[in-house]
């Protein structure tokens, strides 16, 4: 079945480091994007890709990067800049324009 | 720019009763709206999704929601509540800003009542 795998599930880091987190689909979409889940917040756009070697900032892109090097992959770095990095983070697909988002079941980082 | 405010953080209501989360949104252009929702530790997953044509929307579920353009709404609705509808719901709303972005609400947990 097509869908999108992030790995790990859980994730835990030390203060400083950077960590990268595994956004991986087999749907062929292709539109990637990146969120953040704070409690009460909702979701928050870090980054999003619209084809290949191409991707744009969202609303919350300090202290992250991507890169988009192939269609099925989209990783997501959360560096030492990040000042609050600790969250749950869901990567998404759809297949551009206004189509509905695919999600992967997220990665929860924890950083002490 | 486009927004989205959902009215009430948390909703309970009993089994069999009807259920409603509002949603209101800002867009400059006619928006693509959606219903999505969460069960713990998981990814989001599709209820509905509002392009162009009828307001009423029917989705997954029971649930639907309404199109209202003079009031900038797209309420979900349930009639009936199930135990199994416990969960958080988001609304969402996407627009074309020279690429599309989905904007998400600050979501709506749902608390059924036996």
């Known amino acids: 079945d097509g869908g999108i795998t992030q790995s790990p599930k859980y994730l835990f880091r030390k203060e400083g480091q950077n960590v990268t987190l595994s956004c991986e689909q087999n749907?062929?979409?292709?539109?990637m994007y990146w969120y953040r889940q704070d409690p009460g917040q909702g979701l928050r756009l870090i980054y999003y890709?619209?084809?290949?070697?191409?991707?744009q900032k969202g609303d919350i892109a300090e202290g992250y990067s991507v890169s988009r090097e192939k269609k099925e992959s989209f990783p997501l770095t959360v560096t030492s800049a990040q000042k609050n990095p600790t969250a749950f983070y869901l990567c998404?697909?759809?297949?551009?324009?206004?189509?509905?988002?695919?999600f992967g079941n997220g990665t929860r980082l924890t950083v002490t | 720019a486009q927004s989205v405010t959902q009215l009430g953080s948390h909703v309970s209501v009993s089994e069999g009763a009807l259920v409603l989360l509002r949603c209101n949104y800002s867009?400059?252009?006619?928006?693509?709206l959606f219903w999505y929702v969460q069960y713990p530790n998981q990814g989001l997953q599709l209820l509905l999704k509002?392009?162009?044509?009828?307001?009423l929307v029917k989705g997954i579920n029971g649930f639907e929601a309404e199109f209202k353009k003079s009031e900038t709404s797209f309420h979900l609705t349930k009639p009936s509540a199930h135990m199994s509808d416990a969960a958080e719901y988001f609304c969402?709303?996407?627009?074309?800003?020279?690429?599309?972005?989905?904007?998400f609400g600050a979501g709506t947990r749902l608390f059924v009542k036996a």
């Open positions: 969402a709303v996407s627009e074309d800003t020279g690429g599309f972005k989905t904007i």
């Open positions: 867009s400059s252009v006619p928006p693509y």
């Open positions: 509002y392009t162009t044509g009828a307001t």
């Open positions: 998404a697909s759809n297949t551009g324009e206004s189509s509905p988002l695919h």
């Open positions: 749907l062929n979409h292709d539109a």
């Open positions: 890709s619209q084809i290949v070697n191409d991707f």
